[in-house]
Structures are given as C-alpha cells and as structure tokens.
C-alpha cells in the first residue's frame, strides 16, 4: 500500500544550521505530500503542502518540493532556530477523505 | 474558530479493562472526524475515520471500536484492553473536501500494564 519513509533517528544541529530531513514515498498513483510539525505540548499541524510535481510548498522558511522522478518530499531550512524545535511528520494524501498516511517522524532538536 | 478537545490526557489501566476516550470539535459543522494512534517507534497510524453520525471505518482491524454519536463527538472504545493497545492517541478533524488538512487534538497516552 502506499506509504511514507523518513530518515531514522532524532535531527541535533545548532542555531543557524541547516536542515535537511528526507522523506521518500511509496505510491500508485499521484498523491499529494504534506509535512505536518509538532511543537512540545501541542498537537500536529500543517506546516506546507504540494500537491502535483514540481511544486514547492513553503512555510516558515521551510520549504520541500515535491520530486515525482525520486519519489521524495525532502524539508529544508537555510537557517534554523530554536523554535524550530519539533517532531516532523511527512504524509501523503492518496485514499481521499483526508486519510493521510504518515511517516515515523524526526525530533529536531536545535542547540543555542 | 474552530476547536478540538480530546480527553483524559493521560490514562493508566490494567489488561482486560474497558476503554473510552473521547473527542469534540467545536466551531465547524459536519467535519470528517479521525482518530489515529502513535506506538513507539511507529509512526501515526489511521485506526479509523468518519464522514457522517453514525458512519465509521475501519483502518486495521483490532481491539478498537469507535462511534460516533453526534456531529462532533467522536469516541474511542475497548472492551477488554491488551498490552498492544498502550500507545499515543490523537483525534483529528477536517473539512469535507479533500484538502489533506487535519487539525489535530493535543492526543491522549494510553499506558496498559
């Protein structure tokens, strides 16, 4: 069925790095990816979106384009903070209904 | 605006007892309501979804009912609860239309001993 793959392990960089977390997915048709964030003590949410190839979806500073010849929906951020501190979740949209598939996540943790 | 409630926060019980957690959405009519539960090491899996009251899917099949009694009342249930069921449960909501936007409750742990 289709699914969703994200890097293992937790994500440690400090202020200002860059950050790169990859998502790669399974799927038999043409689904729409999404990457969902949550901050300690809150639930998901929505952070960007694409839904066709090629499509960059960008938020935040956050930013990941949707790669149909690699299967990916890669995240990045030039520059990241504190408050980037996190679990992300990669997902994908291919049932309808919003039934969307999620990926392990990766907990961010950026130094000062 | 629109809310989500999602209740107990946290919760302790024994194998073989019964379960209910429940969730509530305010400030939107007719949502599509989900819940989805979160083990460790696993990411979120889709348990079940409803479109209208009284209409569940099931997901996986498992130890787990759900029901939905009213509009934006979306309950979790277990007759007997197993150690496998120990987990983190999150109820989501979203529009009709196929958005691929969930607005999540802050989810509630399950810890069966």
Same mark, same amino acid.
């Given at each position: 069925?289709?699914?969703?793959?994200?890097?293992?392990?937790?994500?440690?960089?400090?202020?200002?790095?860059?950050?790169?977390?990859?998502?790669?997915?399974?799927?038999?048709?043409?689904?729409?990816?999404?990457?969902?964030?949550?901050?300690?003590?809150?639930?998901?949410?929505?952070?960007?979106?694409?839904?066709?190839?090629?499509?960059?979806?960008?938020?935040?500073?956050?930013?990941?384009?949707?790669?149909?010849?690699?299967?990916?929906?890669?995240?990045?951020?030039?520059?990241?903070?504190?408050?980037?501190?996190?679990?992300?979740?990669?997902?994908?949209?291919?049932?309808?209904?919003?039934?969307?598939?999620?990926?392990?996540?990766?907990?961010?943790?950026?130094?000062? | 605006?629109?809310?989500?409630?999602?209740?107990?926060?946290?919760?302790?019980?024994?194998?073989?007892?019964?379960?209910?957690?429940?969730?509530?959405?305010?400030?939107?009519?007719?949502?599509?309501?989900?819940?989805? &539960? /979160?083990?460790?090491?696993?990411?979120?899996? +889709? !348990?079940?979804?409803?479109? =209208?009251?009284?209409?569940?899917?099931?997901? @996986?099949?498992?130890?787990?009912?759900?029901?939905?009694?009213?509009? &934006? /009342?979306?309950?979790?249930?277990?007759?007997? +609860? !197993?150690?496998?069921?120990? =987990?983190?449960?999150?109820?989501?909501?979203? @529009?009709?239309?196929?958005?691929?936007?969930?607005?999540?409750?802050?989810?509630?742990?399950?810890?069966?001993?």
């Amino acid at each position: 069925g289709d699914s969703v793959t994200q890097m293992e392990g937790p994500v440690t960089l400090s202020e200002e790095a860059f950050l790169t977390i990859n998502c790669t997915y399974t799927a038999t048709g043409y689904p729409s990816l999404f990457w969902y964030v949550q901050y300690p003590g809150e639930g998901l949410q929505l952070l960007l979106k694409a839904t066709k190839a090629d499509d960059k979806g960008s938020n935040k500073g956050f930013e990941a384009t949707y790669r149909k010849e690699t299967t990916s929906f890669h995240l990045e951020k030039g520059s990241v903070q504190v408050s980037d501190s996190a679990v992300y979740f990669c997902a994908l949209s291919a049932y309808g209904n919003n039934r969307l598939a999620f990926g392990k996540g990766n907990q961010v943790v950026v130094i000062p | 605006s629109q809310t989500i409630h999602q209740w107990p926060a946290t919760l302790v019980q024994p194998v073989g007892s019964p379960l209910s957690l429940e969730c509530t959405v305010e400030g939107t009519s007719n949502p599509n309501l989900y819940w989805y &539960r /979160q083990a460790a090491g696993r990411g979120l899996q +889709l !348990l079940f979804y409803s479109v =209208g009251i009284g209409q569940i899917s099931s997901e @996986v099949p498992q130890n787990l009912s759900a029901s939905r009694p009213q509009d &934006r /009342q979306f309950i979790l249930s277990s007759k007997k +609860l !197993l150690l496998s069921d120990s =987990g983190f449960y999150l109820c989501a909501w979203s @529009v009709q239309m196929n958005t691929g936007e969930l607005f999540f409750g802050e989810g509630s742990r399950l810890t069966v001993l």
